[in-house]
């Protein structure tokens, strides 16, 4: 464990952020869960994004996610953000980048916290943030030969 710079000799609190990654391989709700254990919490909320099969009106056959060499470093700036405002015990988050097929995992996140409303809420503002801060985007192949990226400046 690293020790602080502030009180030489004091060790620094274990981080409740567990888990962040962007990966090209399937994602796993078992490894997030694993990693939201903590005997404080009386609560775990966790998130499931899953690849859909339209998307305003139009069949979705595929889709490709890319990101930015910054989104992790992104992705745990959000959870900092998240733990500094809510009581968490434990957090989670992976984000599947590369070609999805419909029904694929594209994202898993949780959290764990003392009761089930905060559990809840930090989940929501966790998953809310990652969508609207972390530069990764979306490329949909539609079945009539359409595409159309999402999230992309």
């Given amino acids: 464990m690293a020790l602080t710079n502030e009180h030489p000799g004091e060790q620094a609190a274990p981080s409740p952020i567990k888990l962040i ?5 399937p994602l ?3 490894e997030v869960f694993a990693a939201l254990g903590d005997e404080a919490a009386g609560g775990i909320s966790l998130f499931v994004g899953t690849v859909r099969n339209h998307d305003g009106g139009a069949d979705v056959d595929a889709l490709g996610y890319s990101c930015h ?3 992790a470093d992104e992705m745990r700036r959000v959870a900092e953000k998240v733990v500094a405002e809510y009581p968490v015990r434990a957090l989670a988050a992976v984000h599947r980048v590369g070609d999805l097929a419909v029904g694929d ?5 949780g959290v764990s916290c003392p009761h089930r409303a905060e559990a ?3 989940c929501r503002k966790l998953i809310d943030d990652i969508k609207h801060e972390v530069p990764v985007w979306k490329h949909q192949r539609f ?3 359409t595409e159309e990226w999402v999230g992309a400046c």
Avoid: C, Q
């Fill in 21 to 25: 990654g962007i990966r090209d391989t």
């Fill in 105 to 109: 995992l594209a994202v898993v996140v």
């Fill in 120 to 122: 809840f809420a930090a």
């Fill in 69 to 71: 060499p910054s989104a």
């Fill in 143 to 145: 079945s009539d030969g």
């Fill in 28 to 30: 796993s709700v078992d």
